[in-house]
């Protein structure tokens, strides 16, 4: 396939997920916002864009600063994740803006296609399901992959090094996708081109130097497709 701007032929796709894929970054914050206040914690419902799309270092940081221990911190972290688990059962996950023509082209055009994400295997495989997308893709890596291989996380390149090598495409020749700056940081250090969607945090000054495009949805991607 070849896209506009871009010198190689692309021959395999890299998906993150959560904010690119699907819409649960904004579950998340939602759920980030009712678990506090069930939690009387007095935060302000703004704090919690800090969560979105940051690194390990950055929500240990977080967490540090506004919960009183590590109990406080997991009754939150649970609460939220029950949350956004129900929100998806009942239907609220979607697929992002273009993703489902995204999806249909890349699969039309015989590419490989797999998801690289910072969430756990468990989650992945529901928001997947739920939303029709699974079986467009060949596997995906996830948080579990990280500990199982005893690599680094996003903003790290070690995941999309373990997706390139098992996609069976040369790095160079591998399109990636991200909504967020450790994640479009993993994909460019790993030699890959990295288009950015932004979803809640809009792109800032370096990922614009970073990425090869810097597009408001897929819609917009999607006609730099040759």
Known sequence: MQVQGLNDEIKGIL???DGLLVNSENLYWEANIQAAKEAN??????????????TTTDMDDFYRKY?????????????????????????KLKLRPGVQEALDLFQKAGLPMAVVTSNTEDVVEHNLWATGSRNYFQFHLNYDDVRKNNVQPKPAPDIYLLAAQKLHVPQNKILAFEDSSPGLL???????????????????????????FVCKDFYEFLKKVC
């Open 186 to 212: 993993a994909a460019v250090n790993a030699g890959l081109k990295c288009v950015m969607v932004p979803d809640l945090i809009p792109a800032s000054k370096n990922d614009y130097q970073n990425a090869a």
């Open 41 to 54: 914690l007095g935060t302000p419902d703004d704090i919690y864009l800090k969560l979105v799309g940051s």
């Open 15 to 17: 998906f993150d997920m």
């Open 67 to 91: 919960f009183k221990n590590k109990k406080q911190r997991d009754q939150f972290i649970k609460r939220t994740d029950e949350l956004v688990w129900q929100w998806t059962e009942e239907g």
